[in-house]
């Protein structure tokens, strides 16, 4: 018999097929658009359309689709965040994880990290979920059977992780680097996990 989804997946399934709708109103409107402007436009060589020389160049163009594609990236990240706000109330508390013995999967914790992490610009060129998960945060038994003080424990390592990713971001930025290569990575994260915070739970390093 299959799982019951839970409520927050359902909610989740309900806010993807909302924003799977508008994305597709939206390209339908551009769509009807670009036919209208093409139905009126003069069918006339184009060396007789006043003001050609005035359009702006191919590389024009495609420089401010990167500016708009920059922007509407920045737009859908802030969206992500406001979903995951408005989404926390479906999510058990401290109080309500103590009592039912729940807390937030590990896979959930490192995704929803990654999501608030502001890289600015500073790529990095791997997958840093699957990075995580196989080398840095404990297995998925170990994670379930944490510490009783695991819920707070989980804050913590939040507060941890994002030190590291701001420190190593601050790094790369100061180099004049665009990018954080995997050693740098773990080569701070092992600073500040180990060196500063003594490696806590739920760091494979400890």
């Known amino acids: 018999m299959a799982d019951r989804p839970s409520a927050g997946q359902e909610q989740q399934q309900d806010i993807l097929s909302t924003l799977g709708k508008s994305q597709e109103a939206v390209v339908e409107a551009i769509k009807v658009w670009v036919e209208t402007v093409q139905s009126i436009t003069p069918k006339v060589p184009p060396a007789q359309v006043p003001g050609l020389?005035?359009?702006?160049?191919?590389?024009?163009?495609?420089?401010?689709?990167?500016?708009?594609?920059?922007?509407?990236?920045?737009?859908?990240?802030?969206?992500?965040?406001?979903?995951?706000?408005?989404?926390?109330?479906?999510?058990?508390?401290?109080?309500?994880?103590?009592?039912?013995?729940?807390?937030?999967?590990?896979?959930?914790?490192?995704?929803?990290?990654?999501m608030s992490v502001d890289t600015h610009g500073i790529r990095f060129p791997y997958d840093l979920k699957s990075y995580l998960l196989q080398e840095v945060i404990k297995s998925d038994d170990e994670w379930t059977a944490g510490p009783v003080e695991a819920s707070s424990l989980?804050?913590?390592?939040?507060?941890?992780?994002?030190?590291?990713?701001?420190?190593v971001i601050r790094q790369a930025m100061d180099a004049?680097?665009?990018?954080?290569?995997?050693?740098l990575l773990d080569r701070v994260l092992h600073e500040v996990i180990e060196a500063k915070w003594r490696c806590p739970w739920p760091f494979y390093f400890c």
């Open 53 to 114: 020389d005035k359009l702006p160049k191919p590389e024009e163009v495609v420089a401010n689709a990167y500016d708009f594609a920059e922007q509407l990236l920045a737009g859908q990240r802030e969206f992500a965040e406001e979903v995951l706000r408005a989404m926390s109330p479906l999510m058990p508390g401290e109080h309500e994880q103590a009592q039912t013995g729940r807390r937030v999967s590990r896979e959930g914790f490192v995704t929803t990290f990654l």
């Open 154 to 167: 989980v804050s913590q390592a939040e507060a941890i992780l994002r030190e590291a990713f701001d420190k």
């Open 176 to 183: 004049g680097s665009d990018e954080v290569s995997p050693e």
